[in-house]
RNA sequence: GGCGCCGUACCCAAGUGGCUAAGGGAAAGGUUUGCAAAACCUUCAUUCUCCGGUUCGAAUCCGGACGGCGCCUCCA
């Protein structure tokens, strides 16, 4: 299916035309491993995880890269503090890493590479660089020649002249030079090269790796919109250079970044970050998804706590109304169906047929899932309107058909994925603990509040409720005598 | 100093030239209920930070002001 997407390179909208029909070829920038990723990583790993679900459930080919870079400054220095190898301590974030990403219900991509895995082919890149001319080697460094490239600053709209220029270096010419590869310090890792021991640069082994992965021309780069300048400036400049001027990538896709509520951007360095363990041991996946997929992906997302609770009352709306769809039986022709029902069966019907087209519609222009998720509570709240009509139960279950189609295609976006069992058993889970109850306690209350219903002790039984209440528990009896509890979000 | 982004109801948020300004939450009233909860119904922006301009027509385009941010140094 074609879909349209911001390029940041061209700051518009653009029709997505792929090198190779019906092959998207994506890379993503991933991680720094000396930290547990926190939710503003979250948000980029879970929107292109997205995105790559939706292209491949839409019916495209497509191969998924995201690279871990596991040597540099800020691993060593942490390396250093812990008196740990950093090797080891990178190793051990990206396992971390992994299971942060499980437990988000992100797919894992189709190549996942490292620098300290890939220095052969970042050695080579920069041999080319230096053959071309575009870099220069001085003091056992080696810096890309900013000035040798005319196209630099095109991708994020700077003028070389115009940057501020650090501090100078060592044998560095430009103010705007860039290191490709860094002369070994007493203490650290270092790998053998032309120009003596030493590791690479950050910007370079991505470039080095994406051409590894996915070949000189990549169809969509992606990263967060802090990464533009300069890291994929410099990304841009290191492979148009080495390939003899070849477009690197065809087009940016950029997310935009967690802030917090009081608007400064979460970071790890900034010290205000709240980590993606800590959050899902209180929240499910899904919730934090739905929170990321609620805003479209290019927008800042102020992160506000009181908003997680929103977001998990919404999934919670979905899975309900799925249930409710579930419960309706009957068989028929559902147009005949409809019409002998009304209004309301006929809306659900409608909504339902209409549902995917839709919301393929509003993702393929520059994947705003935003717009999918309202069609997707409009839809809810249909089926449980129709719910409401006395014969629903009975003949409602061809009309709620597409409807349920309709929401089970959410999990082209990663959502309604679990059994409602599984989803309510969840919740529980996480949210039990910070109440102070177990479920055992709550069982035990409700047994009792069932007996004294059972001897009309409405007093007794409405004080039971009071105190399952005062916990956030709330009591819900059924038509059928059964009493259902939820936890109040 | 340079390059950008954003400002839509009480809150979150879609909409970027023209049909009723999506959707979720909150709030108020109602249906339902032993009481509740959930669900449903109704109400809730003649208006899109402000001021000009373009246009038959603008939240949407242009200019300016005010406010909030990002990048230029590590950052998803």
């Not at 991708?155 to 430009?174: F, I, T, Y």
């Not at 998720?373 to 279950?397: D, Q, Y």
Request: glycine share 8%.
């Amino acid at each position: 299916m074609d879909f349209r997407i911001y390029n940041t390179r061209t700051r518009s909208v653009e029709a997505f035309a792929p090198q190779v029909a019906g092959r998207v070829g994506l890379y993503v920038c991933g991680m720094t491993v000396y930290d547990d990723a926190h939710i503003g990583h979250a948000r980029a790993m879970v929107v292109f995880d997205t995105f790559v679900r939706w292209l491949r459930a839409t019916g495209w080919n497509a191969r998924f890269v995201r690279n871990f870079t596991d040597v540099d400054d800020k691993i060593i220095r942490r390396a250093t503090e812990l008196g740990e190898d950093p090797a080891a301590l990178a190793q051990r974030y990206i396992d971390r890493f992994h299971e942060d990403m499980l437990a988000l219900g992100l797919a894992a991509p189709d190549a996942e590479p490292r620098v300290t895995s890939s220095i052969g082919t970042i050695v080579r890149l920069i041999e080319r660089l230096v053959e071309r001319g575009h870099a220069y080697a001085a003091e056992g460094s080696v810096w890309f020649d900013v000035a040798s490239f005319d196209r630099y600053g095109a991708l994020s709209n700077q003028q070389p002249s115009e940057l501020r220029s650090e501090d100078p270096q060592a044998g560095k010419r430009g103010g705007a030079d860039f290191a490709l590869w860094k002369a070994v310090k007493p203490g650290e890792p270092s790998w053998e090269s032309p120009w003596g021991p030493g590791r690479p640069g950050w910007h370079v082994e991505c470039s080095a790796m994406a051409e590894q992965e996915l070949g000189e021309t990549i169809d969509i780069h992606g990263g967060g919109l802090d990464l533009v300048f300069p890291h994929h400036e410099n990304e841009v400049a290191q492979s148009e250079c080495a390939h003899g001027g070849a477009t690197y990538a065809r087009y940016w896709m950029h997310n935009g970044l967690l802030t917090m509520s009081s608007g400064q951007k979460m970071g790890k360095s900034l010290g205000n970050a709240v980590t993606i363990r800590a959050l899902l041991e209180t929240y499910p996946a899904e919730a934090l998804r739905l929170y990321y997929l609620q805003t479209h992906y290019r927008s800042p997302l102020p992160f506000d706590e009181a908003a997680l609770p929103d977001a998990l009352g919404m999934l919670a709306r979905l899975y309900e109304a799925r249930e409710v769809a579930e419960k309706m039986g009957g068989e028929g022709d559902p147009d005949g169906i409809a019409r002998a029902l009304g209004a309301d069966a006929l809306e659900v019907l409608t909504l339902g047929r209409a549902f995917r087209a839709g919301m393929d519609e509003a993702l393929r222009e520059d994947f705003n899932t935003s717009r999918a998720l309202g069609l997707a509570f409009e839809l809810a709240r249909a089926v449980n309107r129709l719910s409401n009509h006395p014969k629903s139960k009975k003949l409602g279950g061809p009309l709620v058909a597409p409807a349920l189609e309709a929401l089970a295609s959410l999990a082209d976006i990663g959502l309604l994925t679990l059994d409602t069992a599984t989803f309510q058993a969840e919740i529980k889970a996480k949210r039990l603990p910070m109440l102070g109850v177990t479920a055992a306690q709550v069982e035990e209350l409700i047994a009792a509040r069932a007996q004294a219903r059972r001897d009309k002790e409405w007093a007794k039984a409405d004080a039971i409720r009071d105190e399952l209440e005062a916990k956030r528990i709330a009591v819900m009896d059924r038509p059928d005598g059964a009493t259902e509890w939820r936890i109040r979000l």
